[in-house]
């Protein structure tokens, strides 16, 4: 029952916030050519304010039920590392969650410094949304390892 649990939260925030990635890498990137300059950077700075409130909650809630499912579930799977091709997976999509949530870090803190170009917010997106495709990838790759 913990591991459902644990795993349908997890599952559940990742599609929050993989949602959030897509349209902004989906939608939002499209009509930038569509709209003046100032009038993008409101739209921009309007998302970093809901960003910096909202996602936080998912982001943690994501990493703390991954790091329980690997604790409680996997980590018998898991070590040694690469003994198998399903820890060779999970490792990678582990390296791949770190670096997204680097990215996520970096984006917060020059988002409340007002570091925050244009240009940055864009290719962070493009970075993370390039990582979660990769994450979803491996997830269901694990599945047949």
Not at 1 to 13: F, I, K, S
Not at 30 to 40: F, T, V, Y
């Amino acid at each position: 029952m913990e591991h459902a649990l644990l795993q349908t939260l997890h599952l559940l925030c990742a599609i929050l916030f993989i949602g959030v990635v897509f349209f902004e890498v989906v939608f939002l990137e499209p009509i930038r050519k569509h709209l003046p300059e100032n009038m993008m950077t409101l739209v921009e700075a309007g998302i970093h304010v809901r960003a910096r409130r909202f996602m936080p909650f998912v982001v943690v809630l994501l990493f703390a039920s991954g790091i329980g499912m690997l604790w409680r579930v996997y980590s018998n799977l898991w070590l040694p590392l690469f003994a198998q091709p399903f820890s060779v997976l999970l490792t990678l999509k582990i390296l791949l969650a770190l670096s997204v949530l680097i990215h996520f870090v970096l984006a917060i803190r020059a988002s409340l410094c007002n570091r925050m170009t244009s240009r940055r917010f864009r290719i962070t997106h493009y970075s993370v949304f390039a990582h979660m495709i990769l994450i979803v990838i491996l997830a269901k790759a694990m599945f047949y390892a």
